[in-house]
């Protein structure tokens, strides 16, 4: 599988910011469990680890500003829409069954990795479908 | 949409990566339009012309006109 110049500079930079969050998280975890800082130090700490958070989302932008090849790009959005899909459906079932106590609390911020996922999944299935249809010459 | 660009390409001996590397864009791309899955923007579609030195429309084949 080849990738446009923008793909790879998504990679890298995507790359980058997980390792950043990764890396937070785990000094997050440390940090609550050796030093049991007092709540502002903990909201704090949890802000910060968000930040890679809103990072991810800016890279995410940045490639799909920067791919030049549309068709690439109709279908890069068009995962998106459909991770989205799966998000809000997965989530207001999830909300509903809260409602009637029938499963617990869950953490907000599975949404976006769940969103990711949803969004890698359907890439990965279009693309399968494109390579299905490709007629080479 | 249906088109000619298949065809076209042919004529001149391009492989659909020849026509992706001259039109700058991959090669999943010319693919796409030539099996009609995929509706090249404007832009795009104004390059493909101006390569093969036709107009827009006798490259593709326009939706509203019926078929003869």
């Given at each position: 599988m080849s990738y446009t110049p923008a793909a790879h500079r998504y990679r890298r930079r995507f790359s980058a910011v997980t390792g950043a969050y990764v890396a937070l998280i785990a000094a997050n975890t440390g940090v609550s469990i050796a030093f049991d800082p007092p709540q502002a130090v903990l909201g704090a700490m949890a802000f910060v680890t968000a930040l890679p958070i809103i990072g991810m989302l800016v890279v995410i932008g940045l490639y799909l500003r920067e791919e030049t090849d549309e068709f690439i790009r109709d279908r890069i959005v068009t995962s998106m829409l459909i991770g989205l899909g799966i998000l809000f459906s997965v989530t207001s079932i999830l909300g509903l069954l809260?409602?009637?106590r029938i499963v617990g609390s869950l953490p907000v911020f599975l949404a976006f990795p769940l969103w990711c996922a949803a969004w890698g999944l359907t890439q990965g299935v279009l693309a399968v479908r494109d390579r299905r249809l490709d007629r080479p010459a | 949409?249906?088109?000619?660009?298949?065809?076209?390409?042919?004529?001149?001996?391009?492989?659909?990566?020849?026509?992706?590397?001259?039109?700058?864009v991959s090669r999943q791309s010319v693919n796409a339009i030539e099996t009609g899955r995929y509706d090249p923007s404007l832009p795009l579609a104004f390059r493909i012309a101006d390569l093969f030195e036709r107009a827009i429309e006798e490259i593709f084949v326009n939706p509203a006109t019926p078929a003869a």
């Open positions: 809260q409602f009637e | 949409m249906k088109n000619h660009l298949r065809s076209l390409r042919a004529e001149r001996g391009w492989s659909q990566q020849e026509l992706a590397d001259r039109l700058e």
